[in-house]
């Protein structure tokens, strides 16, 4: 799954656009490196987010498309 969709099912930013931007303007990380919105995210895969409030980091755990809000914290554990 492209890391800018992940980003939008995970719920942690609200749209792909957004997800998109933050990815192209350097603020979305996979192992320290910056990453593209085209990135394919993997299970395991450890991804920074930098927020004008700070940073979130958290491990990708599951990869589904298809998930509904209340299961969306399912899909990623905070660091």
Same mark, same amino acid.
């Given at each position: 799954? &492209? @890391?800018?969709?992940?980003?939008?099912?995970?719920? @942690?930013? #609200?749209? &792909? +656009?957004? /997800?998109?931007?933050?990815?192209?303007?350097?603020?979305? +990380?996979?192992?320290? =490196?910056?990453?593209?919105?085209?990135?394919?995210?993997? @299970?395991?895969? @450890?991804?920074? %987010?930098?927020?004008?409030?700070?940073?979130?980091?958290?491990? %990708?755990?599951?990869?589904?498309? =298809?998930?509904?809000? #209340?299961? /969306?914290?399912?899909?990623?554990?905070?660091?």
């Amino acid at each position: 799954m &492209r @890391i800018d969709k992940f980003l939008k099912v995970s719920r @942690i930013l #609200k749209r &792909r +656009t957004v /997800a998109g931007d933050a990815c192209s303007n350097g603020k979305v +990380t996979v192992g320290g =490196k910056p990453v593209k919105p085209a990135y394919r995210v993997k @299970i395991g895969d @450890i991804v920074s %987010v930098s927020f004008a409030g700070g940073e979130l980091r958290f491990r %990708v755990l599951c990869l589904d498309e =298809k998930v509904n809000a #209340k299961e /969306a914290d399912k899909l990623y554990e905070i660091l």
